[in-house]
């Protein structure tokens, strides 16, 4: 398996909801990693998991969440979001912590809040 | 601080083309260089990583080189096809303890059959 999975595919939430994205990578990769794409802009990192410890949290607000409950998994928990919040959301993991062979993406959830 | 630069931001070429898209990076002091392929709404597709000890790297009709000392890697498609049409980005892996990867802005490739 040379995947990263993401779950689901769109999402569709109210400013009042709270819903989770998931992400599952099964290539023994020992970081994972959050990105947010807006259109025709490149990936932005927002958070950065190495060993399943969170190692890199780049000044995201709060109402995103992320939890990596083992080294396959990642969420990111999602809560009181702002429409400027809707993009792309991709998932991306490495075989190490530092990205020294490469990173593997997943297809992305497209996000809505309305 | 890294800036990479893509160039051209768009072209469009007829299939069966051979062409180049380039990418630029302010910073010599890289790691490694990745190129990846993003259709509308999707994820990234790795296509082609580039150790900064290497100069080339080729798979399929993809050829990337990269030229280290003067910030410059180009992506070479040979006999494009219209299933080829996507945008191409260019990351770059800095050295040493910053490991955060720095994204090129894409090139938007259309190929016209």
């Known amino acids: 398996d040379t995947e990263v999975t993401q779950t689901p595919k769109h999402l569709v939430m109210g400013m009042t909801n709270k819903k989770s994205l998931k992400c599952e990578q099964h290539m023994g990769h020992r970081a994972m990693y959050w990105y947010k794409q807006k259109a025709k802009k490149p990936p932005e990192l927002m958070f950065v998991y190495s060993y399943e410890k969170l190692s890199i949290n780049e000044s995201v607000p709060s109402r995103f969440s992320p939890e990596c409950p083992n080294s396959s998994l990642l969420n990111l928990h999602l809560h009181a979001l702002q429409p400027e919040d809707s993009a792309l959301y991709l998932c991306?993991?490495?075989?190490?912590?530092?990205?020294?062979?490469?990173?593997?993406f997943g297809s992305g959830t497209r996000l809505t809040v309305v | 601080k890294q800036e990479v630069t893509q160039i051209p931001a768009a072209l469009s070429v007829p299939e069966g083309e051979n062409l180049v898209l380039n990418c630029s990076f302010t910073?010599?002091?890289?790691?490694?260089l990745q190129w990846f392929r993003q259709d509308p709404g999707k994820g990234l597709t790795s296509l082609l990583l580039i150790q900064s000890s290497q100069r080339e790297q080729t798979s399929g009709r993809l050829n990337a080189s990269l030229d280290k000392s003067s910030g410059r890697s180009t992506l070479y498609i040979a006999a494009s096809q219209p299933g080829d049409s996507a945008t191409y980005l260019c990351?770059?892996?800095?050295?040493?303890?910053?490991?955060?990867?720095?994204f090129g802005k894409g090139t938007l490739l259309t190929v016209n059959p």
């Open positions: 910073d010599s002091a890289i790691y490694n």
């Open positions: 991306a993991s490495s075989q190490d912590g530092l990205g020294n062979y490469g990173y593997t």
């Open positions: 990351a770059v892996r800095p050295g040493g303890s910053n490991y955060k990867l720095t």
